[in-house]
């Protein structure tokens, strides 16, 4: 199960961020990913990726060894997770964030986890731009699919 949802907060200290997340995510028994807001044109690109990291994993056909960073190679169309990284992940001075919350057992509660990390929730963060660049970006993923 993945929940998704936007938040703020100004990421000053990637480490620093990265840490908190770890320790919370291993003290909930979850895993959080978190990418740059404005590199996801609507929530919709993120479902599409966490179908399609879903389905990569029950094939055995993922690339990584976990979900957060399959959702985010689908995300970010990319093969290699350094790529990815620097297209989708956090970078000093963001400010929105998109957070993908997953559990194999519980349901998470988001909110809770906003409050725990001190970040606001913001799911508006997510909403997109303009309607084409979703188009193209599903489309870019569905073909990055067809390398793997």
């Given at each position: 199960?993945?929940?998704?949802?936007?938040?703020?907060?100004?990421?000053?200290?990637?480490?620093?961020t990265l840490k908190a997340v770890a320790d919370l995510s291993a003290e909930l028994g979850m895993e959080i990913q978190?990418?740059?807001?404005?590199?996801?044109?609507?929530?919709?690109?993120?479902?599409?990726a966490v179908e399609k990291a879903e389905r990569a994993f029950?094939?055995?056909?993922?690339?990584?060894?976990?979900?957060?960073?399959?959702?985010?190679?689908?995300?970010?169309?990319?093969?290699?997770?350094?790529?990815?990284?620097?297209?989708?992940?956090?970078?000093?001075?963001?400010?929105?964030?998109?957070?993908?919350?997953?559990?194999?057992?519980?349901?998470?509660?988001?909110?809770?986890?906003?409050?725990?990390?001190?970040?606001?929730?913001?799911?508006?963060?997510?909403?997109?731009?303009?309607?084409?660049?979703?188009?193209?970006?599903?489309?870019?993923?569905?073909?990055?699919?067809?390398?793997?």
């Amino acid at each position: 199960m993945a929940v998704i949802i936007g938040a703020r907060h100004r990421i000053v200290d990637i480490d620093k961020t990265l840490k908190a997340v770890a320790d919370l995510s291993a003290e909930l028994g979850m895993e959080i990913q978190m990418l740059d807001a404005n590199m996801v044109f609507g929530k919709e690109h993120l479902v599409v990726a966490v179908e399609k990291a879903e389905r990569a994993f029950s094939q055995k056909r993922n690339i990584s060894k976990t979900m957060g960073t399959e959702i985010l190679l689908y995300a970010g169309a990319e093969r290699q997770i350094s790529k990815a990284i620097e297209k989708m992940g956090l970078k000093p001075g963001i400010e929105e964030l998109a957070v993908i919350i997953i559990s194999q057992h519980d349901h998470p509660d988001p909110d809770k986890i906003m409050a725990e990390l001190g970040w606001q929730r913001d799911d508006s963060v997510l909403d997109p731009d303009e309607e084409e660049k979703i188009d193209m970006i599903l489309e870019k993923m569905a073909l990055s699919e067809l390398d793997r």
